[in-house]
């Protein structure tokens, strides 16, 4: 039994009539009867009453046309969502981060306005992730250090780091802060994934700041959480500041030391892997970014 028989099969009960089926197939009259008759013989069961050159459903062609219609109008929702996902695929483009680079949502703005039936699928907490395959997006945003050293990137900026203390605390009346600040204080960390910690918890061991307690958070608001209600200090990049000072009970100071800041990149998949949309806005990006005068490495 196959879905073309199933088609021909509703058809001849619909039209009563295995000549006006074979019409809007376009076959002939004996391919239609051919057939039904192998279907009828699959089921083992004959599924229409013939009288001359007329024919009608019988008891059991009724029942098996309602499951007919039925199974048909799933597989032609199946088909149906298939194309609409390998459509959506042509037109998504995805975008992978590690931190943040400077103008990056004014270039997708600008891109949308010239392209509004593109989508963007923005996942921004690709540190979390155990393996990184530069085959799953389009663009991808990443710290220049040893876990993503297999890629080749444009260098996009550095990604400055803030302290984030409770402004309840004497720390908040500082101007800025260094690492002789930050001893003898409690600590709050965002965790990366199951065994990673957010850079500056490298920075501060390689420095070996002398920490009272290290507390861990695995979200951005229970790390805002803790800073805010005074229990710890913590770092926060450039890019999250903005929900920060939102809080009224969180103050953030500059850094003096270089240390706490890394390098960005960005880079692309291989340009034959990537949907003309995505090439256009491989091309908006190196020119709004200006990265057509730096060579990716």
């Known amino acids: 039994m196959n879905q073309l028989q199933l088609r021909y099969f509703v058809t001849v009960a619909q039209l009563e009539n295995i000549s006006r089926a074979a019409e809007v197939y376009h ?14 013989a699959e089921l083992g069961l004959k599924l229409f009453t013939r009288n001359g050159k ?30 609409t996902l390998t459509n959506a695929e042509d037109v998504t483009i995805k975008v992978g981060f590690a931190g943040r680079i400077k103008d990056l949502f004014v270039c997708i703005q600008r891109f949308k306005a010239s392209h509004p039936d593109i989508q963007f699928d923005l996942k921004s907490d690709i540190e979390n992730m155990d393996h990184i395959d530069i085959n799953d997006f389009d663009v991808l945003i990443y710290p220049d250090d040893a876990r993503y050293a297999r890629f080749t990137g444009y260098a996009v900026g550095e990604e400055k780091y ?5 402004a309840d ?17 409690d600590f709050v960390f965002l965790r990366r994934g199951e065994h990673a910690l957010e850079f500056p918890y490298q920075i501060c061991n390689s420095l070996a700041i002398d920490m009272r307690s290290q507390n861990f958070a695995d979200s951005r608001g229970a790390h805002r959480r803790m800073i805010s209600m005074n229990m710890a200090v913590g770092f926060v990049p450039e890019g999250e500041a903005p929900a920060y000072r939102l809080d009224k009970k969180i103050h953030l100071l500059p850094i003096l030391d270089p240390r ?13 892997h990537l949907s003309e949309a995505a090439l256009d806005f491989k091309d908006c990006l190196i020119r709004d ?9």
């Open 162 to 166: 803030l302290f984030a203390v409770s």
């Open 54 to 83: 007329n024919i009608s459903l019988n008891p059991a062609g009724a029942r098996f046309l309602e499951s007919s219609i039925s199974i048909l109008r799933e597989i032609d929702r199946a088909i149906s969502a298939v194309h």
């Open 289 to 297: 970014l200006n990265l057509s005068t730096h060579t990716p490495r």
């Open 27 to 40: 076959i002939s009259q004996s391919s239609i009867s051919k057939n039904i008759a192998k279907l009828e």
């Open 260 to 272: 706490f800041s890394r390098q960005m990149k960005l880079c692309f998949k291989r340009e034959k």
């Open 169 to 185: 605390s004497a720390l908040a009346k500082s101007a800025v802060a260094s690492p002789s600040l930050m001893q003898g204080l």
